[in-house]
C-alpha cells in the first residue's frame, strides 16, 4: 500500500512538472498576430498550428492525470482510518465496538480524559 501510495505521489509531482512546463511553453492568445507578418511557426517540426494543438492536448492528458492521482491519494488516505475525536469537554470518545472487542479492541471500557489544569474563563474586552 505504501508502494502504491509512493508511486502515485511520483507520477502526480511529474504530471504536475509537466503541466507547469507546457503551459509556459505555449504561446498566448496575442502571438498570433505576429504569426500573420511571416514569423510564423510553418516550417517547425509540428506544421503550422500543429504545435498549439499538440501542446494543448498533451496539457490537458497531464491535467486530467494530475486530478486522478489526487482523487487516489485521496482515496487511499482516507480507507483503513479509525478515527478518535476528544469532544469540548475534554472526553475521548472511542471507535463503535472498540469497548466491546468486535473490531479487535479490549474489553475495557475508555477512560474519560479531563485536563489537569483547565484553562480559565477569561473577559474580552469590548
Known amino acids: 500500500m505504501?508502494?502504491?501510495k509512493s508511486l502515485i505521489v511520483v507520477i502526480?509531482?511529474?504530471?504536475?512538472?509537466?503541466?507547469?512546463g507546457l503551459v509556459l511553453v505555449q504561446h498566448g492568445k496575442g502571438a498570433d498576430?505576429?504569426?500573420a507578418f511571416g514569423s510564423g511557426s510553418s516550417?517547425?517540426?509540428?506544421?503550422?498550428?500543429?504545435?498549439?494543438n499538440f501542446l494543448s492536448r498533451t496539457t490537458?492528458?497531464?491535467?486530467?492525470?494530475f486530478f486522478i492521482?489526487?482523487?487516489?491519494?485521496?482515496?487511499?488516505?482516507?480507507?483503513?482510518?479509525?478515527?478518535?475525536?476528544?469532544?469540548?469537554?475534554?472526553?475521548?470518545?472511542a471507535p463503535v465496538g472498540a469497548a466491546s472487542g468486535v473490531?479487535?479492541?479490549?474489553?475495557?471500557?475508555?477512560?474519560?480524559?479531563?485536563?489537569?489544569?483547565?484553562?480559565?474563563a477569561q473577559d474580552v474586552p469590548k
Request: glycine share 18%; proline share 7%; net charge positive.
Open 12 to 20: 502526480q509531482i511529474l504530471s504536475a512538472l509537466g503541466v507547469i
Open 69 to 93: 492521482c489526487t482523487l487516489g491519494l485521496t482515496y487511499l488516505g482516507s480507507t483503513g482510518r479509525t478515527t478518535t475525536s476528544v469532544g469540548v469537554m475534554g472526553t475521548a470518545t
Open 60 to 65: 490537458g492528458v497531464l491535467a486530467a492525470l
Open 2 to 4: 505504501v508502494l502504491l
Open 103 to 120: 473490531m479487535g479492541g479490549s474489553s475495557v471500557p475508555p477512560t474519560a480524559v479531563t485536563p489537569t489544569n483547565p484553562v480559565p
Open 33 to 35: 498576430m505576429g504569426a
Open 43 to 52: 516550417g517547425s517540426l509540428f506544421g503550422a498550428s500543429g504545435s498549439s
